[in-house]
Structures are given as structure tokens and as C-alpha cells.
Nanobody, 129 residues
Framework: QVPLVETGGGLVQAGDSLRLSCAAA????????MGWFRRAPGKEREFVAA????????YYADSVGGRFTISRDNNKKVVYLQMNSLKPEDTAVYYC??????????????????????WGQGTQVTVSS
């Protein structure tokens, strides 16, 4: 059973919006930091956004700050990534991930893939110009 499942990807035009969802199956979502990462064609997986256990703290990559918003509903065991003003360079497979550790002020910890314990299989986002 895949512990995290992403949905909401698709093909959109530049300037459009999408909201990705990440649902947890069999995991205690509220106990960990949730992150979104993405992998563009020919590139390594990169950090996009992270949110603390309670949702009170967030952190974004510079490339998406001001356009993307991460949020979570622990009761529904879902994490969201609202993406506005999409650009062609946002085209990638988007993954959500769970870090069972508490929120860290260390940005390296938040942005490093090895900090996260569980991953989804990803959802494709394609932005046409």
C-alpha cells in the first residue's frame, strides 16, 4: 500500500492555477512535517514547500514563493499545494513526502530529500506556454 497518494496534476496554460492534494493512507499525518518536491525532465528532485505538524510554519523555495501555498488538514489527513500563476518552468512530476521528525529551523533539513521518510508516487503537472 502506497502511504501517500498525490492527485490534482494536469495540463494547464501559463498563468493558470492548480491545486494538488496528498492523501495519507495508514499514516499519522499530524505527527510529521509534510513537504512537496518536484522533478523536472532531466533534473534532480528539488524542494518546493514544507509545512509543520500543526500547519503554523511553512517554508518555500525561492522559485515558488508568492505563487504557491502549502496547507494541511490533519483531520482529513490531506496536504495541499495551491499553485497560482503557473509557468512553463513549473512543469514537473510533483511528489509529497512525510518527515516523522518535528519541524526544524534548519533549512537544509527541510529541503533535503533524505530527511523525509515516506513518499508518494507523484503527479504530473505540465504548463504550456
Amino acid at each position: 500500500q502506497v502511504p501517500l497518494v498525490e492527485t490534482g496534476g494536469g495540463l494547464v496554460q501559463a498563468g493558470d492555477s492548480l491545486r494538488l492534494s496528498c492523501a495519507a493512507a495508514g499514516l499519522t499525518l499530524s505527527s510529521g512535517v509534510m513537504g512537496w518536491f518536484r522533478r523536472a525532465p532531466g533534473k534532480e528532485r528539488e524542494f518546493v514547500a514544507a509545512i509543520s505538524n500543526s500547519g503554523g510554519s511553512t517554508y518555500y523555495a525561492d522559485s515558488v514563493g508568492g505563487r504557491f501555498t502549502i496547507s494541511r488538514d490533519n483531520n482529513k489527513k490531506v496536504v495541499y499545494l495551491q499553485m497560482n500563476s503557473l509557468k512553463p518552468e513549473d512543469t514537473a512530476v510533483y511528489y509529497c513526502a512525510l518527515d516523522k521528525s518535528p519541524w526544524s529551523s534548519n533549512r537544509v533539513v527541510l529541503t533535503t530529500t533524505t530527511s523525509y521518510d515516506y513518499w508518494g508516487q507523484g503527479t504530473q503537472v505540465t504548463v504550456s506556454s
